[in-house]
């Protein structure tokens, strides 16, 4: 127990803060220096009334000496130590500098939690730089709006006059022009400010869908129960604001709906206590299309699962239709990207299961297991072209993994720009970043 192996650092802590020598403690309580040297040093456990007698000799409660340290702020450490890779970090004792130094160890705790969210914001914002449509049309607007105040600015500046008419339909044209500039700067920054907010950012139908799968955790007890309908869903749903949204969030919910139909959450719980998680077995259970099972596996409450569950949606092109993101795996928002590699070798072989155990490169490295497949959304004609999709479900390890994969894992990064793994054959752009000496820590260039 977390609380018991850090009692006896508790109490040579507050034996020390009062000034008090072993040889007297010991004294005071009735039992010899040595025993509670060993005591303070965590080798024996202690109860009842020398509990008592201890507290009262050191003007504390007893409680104090045996709550411990919570123990999230234990597991974090832990986390902070399996992220940082150092082989001589001392794991057997994190409780007990835990127990001596609260302070320090909330502390590292937090600046651990700081750096990780500075990572995901660099990843968030190289794939926002390299493949945000909007941002491009923005850019875009601005640059050739000042090109045309630029060529007509230069019409006004030769030398001769101008006709009245002409150059007060010039005066016209630059009025517009820097009023048109003036309005797309301020929604270049508008765009800016909001991509500050990460998750939370609007305006992109996609986005609006994301919005609304996340505040309901991407489950929907009304459409497992049936007393909605998906259509109805989307239409009451306070996250979509745009008619686009709205049609996006139906489809998605119809494909939710229509699953959970076919495989009833209580059945699905017997079957997979039955038969395991295993997305060909279950579809084989249920009769239907693998694509489904691993849809509603990631539709399902973390507790049923009893681990987390990420899943991405995208078809031919790559583009990404849907996506549930999930913690220890970096997932793209615009595709194009290293992590999605079993997604899209899945689109090469139509039909065909695809099951690929990565190892996410970075800092906080992870292995994952993703089960992949593609599947023809409609019909196939001889006068049309099949419309293929692919779908990935994710299911993150729960513990942090060891810095270099295990044999049967495929190394990714999140996206060239931003990964140091120098052989990689599938590169495309050099990265951002170079390593560090004497480690695998990056900073930029």
Request: proline share 6%; glycine share 6%.
């Amino acid at each position: 127990m977390v609380a018991d192996s850090m009692t006896g650092s508790r109490i040579r802590e507050r034996r020390l803060m009062l000034g008090m020598r072993q040889a007297d403690l010991a004294r005071d309580v009735g039992i010899s220096a040595s025993y509670l040297n060993l005591i303070e040093h965590n080798r024996r456990r202690i109860g009842g009334k020398l509990l008592v007698a201890l507290a009262q000799a050191l003007g504390v409660e007893p409680s104090l000496l045996t709550e411990g340290v919570e123990a999230a702020l234990v597991a974090a450490l832990r986390e902070a130590a399996a992220d940082a890779r150092t082989p001589a970090v001392e794991l057997d004792r994190v409780d007990e500098f835990a127990g001596r130094f609260p302070g320090w160890a909330e502390v590292l705790t937090e600046t651990h939690g700081r750096i990780g969210a500075l990572e995901r914001t660099v990843r968030s914002l190289s794939d926002r730089l390299t493949h945000d449509p909007h941002l491009a049309a923005s850019l875009h607007e601005v640059l050739s709006t000042a090109a045309a105040i630029r060529s007509t600015a230069a019409i006004l500046a030769e030398p001769g006059e101008l006709e009245a008419e002409w150059r007060d339909r010039f005066h016209k044209n630059l009025d517009e022009d820097a009023q048109r500039l003036a309005d797309s700067s301020r929604a270049l920054v508008r765009f800016l400010d909001d991509s500050d907010q990460g998750t939370e950012r609007r305006g992109i139908p996609q986005e609006e869908v994301e919005a609304f799968f996340t505040a309901r955790g991407f489950h929907f007890p009304e459409l497992e129960a049936r007393t909605a309908t998906a259509g109805e869903l989307a239409d009451r749903a306070a996250e979509l604001d745009s008619r686009a949204a709205r049609k996006l969030a139906a489809a998605a919910l119809a494909d939710y709906e229509a699953d959970a139909r076919d495989m009833p959450l209580e059945i699905l719980q017997e079957a997979l206590a039955r038969c395991g998680l295993l997305p060909g077995v279950l579809a084989r259970e249920f009769g239907v299309p693998v694509h489904r099972v691993l849809r509603r596996l990631a539709a399902l409450p973390e507790e049923v699962l009893g681990q987390p569950t990420g899943l991405v949606v995208c078809d031919a092109s790559g583009s990404i239709l849907f996506r549930k993101p999930v913690p220890g795996f970096s997932l793209p928002r615009f595709g194009a990207s290293c992590p999605l590699w079993p997604l899209f070798t899945a689109l090469s072989q139509p039909g065909v299961p695809i099951w690929r155990r990565v190892h996410q490169q970075g800092r906080a490295a992870r292995d994952s297991d993703c089960f992949a497949i593609s599947w023809t959304a409609q019909p196939v004609a001889f006068d049309s072209d099949p419309v293929l999709r692919a779908v990935m479900l994710i299911l993150p390890s729960v513990e942090a993994q060891p810095s270099e994969p295990a044999a049967e894992s495929r190394p990714v990064g999140a996206s060239c720009r931003i990964c140091v793994r120098r052989s990689c054959a599938a590169r495309r752009e050099p990265s951002i970043l170079r390593p560090a000496q004497g480690g695998e820590q990056v900073v930029l260039d």
